[in-house]
């Protein structure tokens, strides 16, 4: 097992990573919520993903000064077209603008990989990106890009921020400023998308806006709590990524939308005043009650009409109650059953105890050969094989029980659910106001 200062010297370098990327993305995501162009960012990402693409089917990488002078030049087209668009935005809008750039580019990328030997894994790399394998040379090459960056940033704030804030046309210095607020938009992604993605370079810059704009009207104290917001999101889907082995790069996607949501949650139950708050807590107290009731009234009418198939909800009341399909199989096939899950356990643990071997000897001790990566190969293969086995005995006992339930667990909980609805429309703290309404004009 990996200890708690390997995990620490693994991490660190890319939480700095995207650090520096969230600094600079938080400050541009804010300008692109108030001008409206909320895709300009996946726009040049895919522009920037097109050069990359480009450059590698010349046989370029795309690290190389080739690959990034392609990438960059592609951007800067977007970002030309980006600020051209602007005069044409009170007939049509920029988004529609937009959103060609991007299926344009898209459809591009698509055509120049399809003619890669090695094309879907291409894409792969430019969507997730790889931000795990940064490098300290290349966050020094990011500090001081970015650093450079901020600084032209903070000197053009004034012209930049009043673009943004008053929407003017494009027009004379407006659409140089413009240009150059794009450029600089599109050389932070083209630097950013390398290592990290499109994906997580679109939530860099819009989430932790977002999160900013719930909280605060000011440019100041939104980048405030977007970079405070950005690090903590980023600390988790990496401590996340690496204790679940997941993908890096989905798994810090999920901790941004976790951690919007979570901002979403405390805005509308815990901030305004008293009277708002009590209101927006029973407002939400009824949509979970409505969602639950709907989901088990769905899932009860399910299990009548298709017994034999999937039940996720009942599943997780199974797993949650722990009783399980036992009282509607037979003495056999309850015996059956329990030897099925005990070996799928079984099967489970081995496979595990095998995983943390083989990490044991990436990370500390002596390296395995590969005969014996082979050996572990074809042992988690069989193990893992037998665990489906044991899993597909399980799900023909318990769609076979199911099938012996579906009257006599399906009618009475749809029952119960419908009576529980009716009980809370008839409670006068969570009553639906139409109800309420029509109620006390009738008294």
């Avoid at 409206?36 to 990359?52: E, H, K, N, P, V």
């Avoid at 990011?142 to 494009?170: K, N």
Wanted: aromatic share 10%.
């Amino acid at each position: 097992m990996i200890g708690t200062g390997e995990m620490v010297v693994l991490l660190a370098l890319p939480f700095a990573a995207c650090v520096v990327f969230i600094g600079v993305h938080a400050y541009l995501g804010i300008h692109v919520l108030r001008r409206q162009i909320i895709f300009a960012d996946l726009a040049l990402a895919q522009l920037s993903a097109l050069g990359a693409t480009v450059a590698f089917a010349l046989g370029h990488p795309p690290t190389s000064l080739a690959g990034f002078a392609y990438t960059f030049g592609f951007t800067a087209l977007g970002a030309v077209l980006l600020a051209m668009s602007r005069s044409l935005a009170r007939r049509v809008g920029q988004e529609a603008f937009i959103g060609i750039l991007y299926v344009v580019a898209t459809a591009l990328t698509v055509i120049v990989v399809d003619r890669l030997p090695q094309g879907a894994e291409h894409v792969k790399a430019m969507l997730v990106g790889s931000i795990l394998t940064v490098e300290a040379a290349d966050l020094e090459k990011f500090a001081v890009l970015y650093g450079a960056l901020g600084g032209f940033l903070w000197l053009a704030r004034r012209p930049i921020v009043a673009l943004s804030e008053t929407g003017a046309p494009a027009g004379g210095r407006a659409m140089v400023w413009d240009f150059l607020f794009y450029l600089s938009f599109g050389l932070a992604v083209t630097s950013s998308v390398a290592a990290a993605g499109v994906l997580l370079v679109f939530c860099f810059l819009i989430i932790p806006a977002v999160i900013g704009s719930l909280f605060a009207g000011r440019i100041a104290p939104q980048l405030a709590i977007g970079w405070v917001v950005g690090a903590v999101a980023s600390a988790l889907g990496l401590l996340g990524a690496f204790e679940l082995d997941l993908p890096t790069g989905a798994a810090l996607v999920v901790a941004f939308a976790l951690a919007l949501v979570f901002a979403g949650l405390v805005k509308y139950l815990a901030w305004g005043d008293a009277a708002e708050r009590r209101a927006h807590r029973r407002r939400a107290a009824r949509a979970v009650a409505g969602c639950a009731a709907a989901l088990l009234l769905a899932s009860s009418l399910w299990l009548m009409a298709a017994p034999e198939a999937d039940q996720p909800l009942l599943d997780a009341l199974e797993a949650v109650t722990g009783i399980g399909p036992m009282p509607f199989l037979s003495d056999g096939e309850r015996t059956a059953f329990v030897d099925a899950v005990r070996d799928e356990q079984r099967y489970r643990a081995e496979v595990e105890r095998l995983n943390r071997l083989e990490q044991a000897s990436r990370y500390q001790g002596p390296a395995l050969g590969a005969d014996e990566v082979r050996r572990l190969a074809s042992y988690m293969q069989s193990f893992n094989e037998m665990q489906r086995g044991e899993r597909f005995v399980q799900a023909t006992l318990r769609a076979r029980a199911r099938l012996r339930a579906r009257w006599y667990v399906g009618v009475p909980l749809a029952i119960l659910v419908l009576a529980a609805g009716a009980l809370l429309l008839g409670v006068p703290g969570i009553l639906l106001p139409r109800a309420r309404t029509r109620l006390y004009s009738s008294g």
